[in-house]
């Protein structure tokens, strides 16, 4: 392990443990000071004992690079691997091996914190074979999500990806927001090029029940949405959860083939525990999906395969224990 791949695994055990905040932006600014630094220079310095001496370079980078330097795992990385640890249980686990790939997840292009070769790679290392990569749609301009211009440019740019990276693969998609009239935020010919859309609510969320029944029925029902994403948009002790009739919700998922999220993010764990028995009996396909906005986030499936275990549902039924060729085929069959 190199210096920089250490504050890389720093970074990454910081964002699966949710820690954010200030850590994980000082050790990303330590991490570009010594990515700028030529060749040796941080052996040079690590030897001298002058690393503190560089901007953003403080007592715990320093400590990092010279035990990186040392040989063997860094005490700080043994910490954090053993605080940040995602819990799993036995059956979850079975589950977490079996799945392919993840089907959500963001980039720099939209709100995410991390390059998609970065989620590409670090994908990658966690045994998936694809990522599937889903920025935000335009209207949701808090995050940052693409115009039409952007998407065609972050197209060409996975499509490089690819061929760099192969054999993983990196499927096209996006977020696309709904709007309150059930359409969709991407004009068609765009969505007809993506390999797969997660359609999720972002606003008006405290919507009465029937419009918001309407509104979700609308959206599954269209032709070009694979997957409704984290259908109550709860934020766990921050938002309550939006009201609908699930039941005629994924009874649409069901009739129109579009599977419902298990969203693994640990402020959501969506649809909650008593709502997924209703999808499972109603004949929905599912997907296990972290929502991941960093590359230590794309750790966290092991929560929804928990819960996926909880409710009984099949491997079969969860579309990413497919192969990506099998995904596609299935999702796009013709």
């Excluded at 298990?262 to 969506?270: F, G, S, T």
Aim: glycine fraction near 8%; charge should be negative; hydrophobic fraction near 45%.
């Amino acid at each position: 392990m190199t210096p920089l791949e250490a504050l890389d695994r720093a970074i990454a055990l910081l964002d699966r443990g949710a820690v954010g905040g200030f850590k994980v932006q000082a050790f990303v600014r330590a991490r570009d000071t010594l990515a700028a630094l030529p060749d040796g220079e941080i052996e040079r310095r690590a030897g001298l004992g002058t690393l503190t001496d560089l901007p953003g370079i403080g007592r715990a980078t320093d400590r990092l690079v010279r035990e990186t330097l040392a040989g063997g795992v860094p005490a700080y990385l043994a910490e954090l691997d053993a605080e940040t640890r995602v819990p799993v249980t036995p059956e979850g686990a079975a589950l977490r091996e079996r799945l392919r790939g993840d089907c959500h997840s963001h980039s720099t292009w939209s709100d995410g914190g991390a390059p998609v070769e970065v989620m590409a790679r670090a994908a990658a290392a966690l045994g998936h074979e694809y990522l599937v990569v889903t920025d935000h749609s335009p209207r949701l301009t808090v995050a940052h999500g693409l115009s039409r211009e952007r998407l065609e440019a972050q197209l060409v740019e996975i499509a490089a990806l690819n061929e760099a990276l192969a054999p993983f693969r990196l499927l096209t998609g996006m977020e696309v927001d709904i709007a309150e009239d059930g359409s969709l935020d991407l004009d068609d010919d765009l969505l007809e090029r993506l390999d797969l859309v997660v359609a999720s609510v972002h606003s008006k969320l405290r919507m009465e029940r029937r419009p918001m029944t309407e509104r979700m029925v609308l959206a599954v029902a269209n032709p070009h949405v694979d997957v409704l994403g984290h259908c109550t948009g709860r934020l766990i002790g921050k938002r309550p959860e939006s009201v609908f009739d699930a039941e005629i919700v994924f009874a649409a998922c069901a009739r129109f083939a579009t599977a419902v999220e298990i969203n693994c993010r640990p402020e959501r764990l969506d649809p909650p525990d008593e709502l997924l028995p209703a999808a499972v009996e109603l004949g929905c396909r599912f997907t296990i999906d972290t929502d991941a906005h960093s590359p230590g986030q794309l750790e966290w499936q092991a929560y929804g395969c928990d819960k996926a275990v909880a409710a009984a549902i099949a491997p079969e039924r969860i579309l990413n224990t497919r192969t990506a060729d099998d995904l596609l085929a299935e999702l796009h069959p013709g």
